[in-house]
């Protein structure tokens, strides 16, 4: 459907998707601010952006909640306070070519077409690829830092921000406006980027992907130390919420940040006609790989701030100012070997390594291959596969780095390909545990998943320090103190291998407390290389003590007795998420239960004859569980965690005498006494169902701080809406 006109699509082939786009642009509005990894170039985004908007365009009334074309961004990652913005930070409309550009200067003349003698100037300045941020300053003085988040809602880094240079702490001159938002970029330097790589090399650490991802994690470090050890830098070159213009204009206005004491873009200037504004991005364009850091682009804005006022926003981005993206930067190689990567889900992932070349001032020497179709360029039938591409050992490829950040291979010289070269044979065993690797059936489409993964969930090391970070997370067995850090620490110490060892962590309480503290030592040394500064009267590592150990054993101590849904959901298995382990647990009420159950199942011809018919589940679940528990490696792991780990069998608590037994159920907003999955489970063991969304069907909301849309359709409706405190009571759990 994805390829299909808008004007074809009917109405309720468009509300699916619109379904469709919404999920898969939140997935990669995650992936690039939250996570720091895009996995597609700003082109292909803004394809889907552009689809997602013209058929809510032509569907008015099909326009989702959760539209991409709502929002900016992603929400704010866990682990910093949240701040709202005053002046919501938005993203820029795109243009890819000097046409686009050109529209964008004639759709403003048409706007202010009745001002006859009306001049209209336009600002023209690199993009710099960076981490947004706005600053807040009363007074003069900094008093709050945040990232741009979802455009609305950022993260509280205040402390991290000022630990860079950049970024007065105090405003310098005179004339700023009692309160004022100054917004710019986060980066980090080639240079610095170089620097920070080798030193992570030198002492086995990270191997780090590029500038703007690094500049990313940097600025989300706990540890603002961490942050001052990276020598960031920052660019003014806007504003949000503000008691006063800081200038008439766009340009005087940035000019007026330099005086205040910031870094602003020497490559800024104000220009009049659209031949001007092009000459400059190609201006720039040239001068891109010797500026010492990463630009994508050229951003444009009307220059006048009344100008910019009258002619306003639309669908979250200002009519004003418009984005000129560069044209992917490419460049020809070898492929000298290609090796294979298994990942998180076990995903067996190819990888081509390059003869290192420089493209867009970076060096290429990887490349991913996606996966077993792509690799092959095609199917079995000898036919070609959309995207695929034939990459073998020994080819010369054309390669790019999609959005200039992921690079890719374009084509392969099939006209430089070596006599000898073979297609590759993509492996059916996973290389790092031995398990077999398979391609599942989507039971949907009934055909084989691209992806070939590893089966061996428990006892393959690539998968086993996620699967640990899973094990702990919030919505499994919820481990205070024991987060990704402190787990990719113990991983790598050979403190934890695997989940059971977390629950006999005590037991090696020395080794903890020495791995505890050559982290931190080694902090100290990146605090001391920041500052020039060197330590007096260091204490041994034997001296050192942790207070906190007491608390995190104690923390261990109080997950052996997990509820059995969080305890299934806990485990790693694919397909099997938070609704469905709850499902499973309600079906099948203790672990051993399920364990027999699913040992019989892996063991049938047709899982049918044994695995219950249950409504929630299908044919990927069961064959998820199949490989799971049919899998022998898997059993010694299993059987050493419930040594330890003893979930409590689930039962439904009250059902026919329950208030909200039978009731449909609506959680929205902030719940602030338990989580949402907490309170979904405990809905659920009361005989209540839980819903995503308010209909008429719905029985109850229960809305804390924050209830948006949701709240006011269960007005509009007239349903029952109580707060947190009202729901506790209701079901016998007020205090």
């Given at each position: ?169 105090t405003l310098k001159g005179s004339g700023w406006p009692e309160v004022i938002e100054i917004r710019g970029e986060v980066y980090m ?234 297609p590759y044979e993509f492996p059916h065993t996973c290389p790092v545990c031995g398990s077999p690797a398979t391609r599942e059936i ?294």
């Amino acid at each position: 459907m994805s390829e299909r006109p808008v004007e074809s699509l009917s109405e309720s082939e468009a509300a699916e998707e619109l379904k469709r786009l919404a999920a898969e642009i939140a997935e990669h509005d995650r992936r690039y601010h939250t996570e720091d990894a895009p996995t597609i170039s700003d082109a292909e985004y803004d394809a889907l952006a552009r689809r997602n908007l013209a058929i809510e365009e032509r569907f008015p009334d099909l326009v989702r909640e959760d539209s991409p074309s709502r929002r900016v961004g992603a929400p704010p990652a866990e682990g910093f306070a949240k701040v709202r913005h005053a002046v919501p930070m938005l993203s820029l409309a795109k243009a890819y070519t000097d046409q686009d550009v050109a529209d964008f200067i004639e759709r403003g003349r048409r706007f202010f077409d009745r001002d006859r003698d009306l001049d209209i100037a336009f600002t023209a300045e690199p993009k710099i690829d960076g981490l947004s941020a706005s600053l807040r300053y009363e007074n003069g003085v900094l008093v709050q830092g945040a990232t741009r988040g979802d455009g609305a809602v950022g993260e509280d880094i205040t402390a991290n921000l000022k630990t860079i240079a950049d970024i007065p702490k105090t405003l310098k001159g005179s004339g700023w406006p009692e309160v004022i938002e100054i917004r710019g970029e986060v980066y980090m330097t080639y240079a610095e980027f170089e620097a920070l790589k080798a030193r992570s090399a030198a002492i086995g650490g990270l191997d780090y992907v590029n500038p703007r991802n690094t500049a990313a994690g940097s600025l989300r470090q706990k540890d603002p130390a961490v942050t001052a050890s990276r020598n960031l830098k920052f660019f003014a070159y806007a504003w949000g919420y503000t008691t006063a213009d800081p200038a008439p204009t766009q340009y005087d206005s940035v000019q007026r940040f330099a005086e205040w004491g910031f870094k602003v873009s020497p490559l800024m200037v104000r220009a009049k006609s659209i031949d001007e504004l092009i000459a400059h991005y190609h201006r720039i364009e040239e001068q891109r790989s010797s500026l010492g850091y990463d630009i994508d682009g050229v951003v444009y804005k009307i220059d006048q701030l009344e100008l910019q006022r009258r002619w306003g926003f639309v669908t979250g981005e200002p009519r004003w100012a418009v984005a000129h993206k560069f044209p992917a930067e490419q460049a020809m190689t070898t492929v000298q070997k290609i090796d294979i990567q298994v990942g998180r889900t076990g995903t067996l992932a190819p990888v081509a390594r390059l003869a290192p070349v420089t493209v867009g001032g970076v060096v290429v020497e990887n490349v991913t291959l996606h996966n077993e179709d792509y690799i092959k360029g095609f199917d079995s039938n000898g036919q070609p596969i959309r995207d695929g591409i034939d990459v073998r050992i020994g080819d010369t490829v054309v390669i790019q780095r999609a959005g200039d950040v992921i690079p890719q291979i374009v084509s392969v010289v099939i006209d430089m390909r070596p006599a000898d070269a073979v297609p590759y044979e993509f492996p059916h065993t996973c290389p790092v545990c031995g398990s077999p690797a398979t391609r599942e059936i989507n039971e949907k489409t009934g055909k084989e998943d691209s992806r070939r993964r590893c089966t061996g969930e428990l006892i393959c090391a690539a998968q086993a320090v996620e699967g640990l970070r899973h094990f702990v997370s919030r919505g499994a067995l919820d481990i205070e103190g024991l987060g990704a850090e402190n787990i990719d620490l113990f991983f790598n110490a050979g403190l934890v291998k695997t989940a059971a060892d977390i629950f006999t962590l005590k037991d090696r309480r020395p080794a903890v407390t020495k791995a505890l503290a050559e982290r931190r030592e080694e902090q100290a040394r990146l605090r001391e290389a920041a500052s020039g500064k060197t330590r007096k009267n260091v204490r041994s590592v034997e001296e050192r003590n942790y207070e906190g150990l007491d608390k995190l054993f104690a923390a261990i101590d109080a997950r052996r007795e997990p509820e059995l849904d969080r305890f299934i959901f806990a485990l790693g298995i694919r397909h099997i998420g938070e609704t469905t382990a709850a499902v499973l647990a309600r079906q099948f009420s203790t672990i051993e239960e399920l364990i027999r159950v699913g040992k019989e199942t892996a063991k049938a011809e047709d899982p049918h004859d044994v695995f219950p018919s249950i409504n929630g589940i299908g044919d990927t679940v069961i064959n998820a569980l199949r490989d799971f528990f049919g899998n022998e490696r898997n059993d010694a792991v299993l059987d050493a965690l419930l040594a330890q780990v003893h979930p409590k069998p689930y039962v439904v608590e009250i059902s026919a005498g329950s208030e909200v037994s039978g009731k449909t159920v609506v959680f929205t907003g902030t719940l602030e006494k338990m989580t949402r999955s907490e309170a979904k489970a405990m809905a659920e063991r009361l005989g209540a169902k839980v819903a995503g969304s308010v209909s008429a069907k719905t029985d109850l909301v229960v809305a804390g701080p924050g209830a948006g849309s949701k709240l006011k359709t269960a007005t509009d409706l007239g349903i029952e809406v109580i707060d947190e405190d009202t729901w506790l009571q209701r079901i016998g759990r007020g205090g």
